[in-house]
């Protein structure tokens, strides 16, 4: 398995472009997440879907969409690129297990700039 | 939102030397977390907590749940290079398990 996979792996991108992060995971896995990553900022939730179908925001959606059409795939969609989205961005899985948590697992991460 | 407090943000040691990092909250919590981001690389899971007062070991780590449920910590002993990375402590949102809430990280610098 390749688990989570990311692509592109860095991007530059001018204020008020468009762009699409990409995620797949080939676990099956139920559940997937976004998080962004500022320096020395931990990682904030941006979006997740607990499904195909299924999406929730997180606590910084603002500026993000998403989609969820199938269960391997979970893109990250910026509309109108702004210098505050300069971040590093992950995407996660996890499964349910019925316990009190759900191990997530982690793509390698995109690193965005907007200039 | 939920926030935790990690302490210290940043460590510089001696290979060999013992370290210990700890996470605190104001809230209570039913799983705490302790995961390492390697330089470059997404986070991966160290060790996860189910029970106030639990002990759990992984080789050189051992972490703890706090008996108040509000913090938690972890330690590596006999420290070697390649523990260099971020450590983060995350806890889940209550009322669900699918959702983590991360600490801001301890950042490990190992000289050899």
């Known amino acids: 398995n390749a688990g989570v996979t990311q692509t592109p792996k860095f991007r530059i991108l001018k204020i008020g472009q468009s762009m699409t992060l990409q995620c797949t995971q080939d676990?099956?896995?139920?559940?997937m997440y976004w998080y962004r990553q500022d320096p020395g900022m931990g990682l904030k939730l941006i979006y997740y879907?607990?499904?195909?179908?299924?999406?929730d925001k997180g606590e910084v959606p603002n500026g993000y969409n998403v989609s969820r059409s199938t269960t391997e795939d979970f893109p990250l969609r910026l509309e109108l690129a702004a210098p505050s989205q300069t971040s590093v961005y992950f995407c996660a899985s996890s499964y349910p297990t019925g316990g009190p948590y759900n191990e997530q697992f982690f793509g390698p991460g995109t690193r965005l700039t907007v200039l | 939102g939920q926030q935790l407090n990690q302490s210290p943000q940043s460590m510089f040691i001696q290979e060999g030397e013992d370290v210990s990092m700890n996470c605190t909250s104001s809230?209570?919590?039913?799983?705490w977390l302790w995961y390492k981001q390697d330089p470059g690389e997404g986070p991966v899971l160290l060790i996860a907590l189910y029970k106030a007062g639990e002990l759990t070991s992984n080789g050189r780590l051992t972490a703890q749940f706090g008996i108040t449920r509000k913090d938690s910590f972890l330690n590596i002993s006999a420290s070697i290079p390649s523990d260099v990375g971020i450590y983060f402590c995350?806890?889940?949102?209550?009322?669900?398990?699918?959702?983590?809430?991360f600490g801001k990280g301890m950042k490990l610098t190992v000289n050899p």
């Open positions: 676990m099956n896995h139920n559940y």
């Open positions: 995350a806890v889940g949102f209550q009322g669900g398990s699918e959702k983590l809430v």
């Open positions: 879907s607990v499904g195909a179908g299924i999406t």
């Open positions: 809230s209570i919590f039913n799983t």
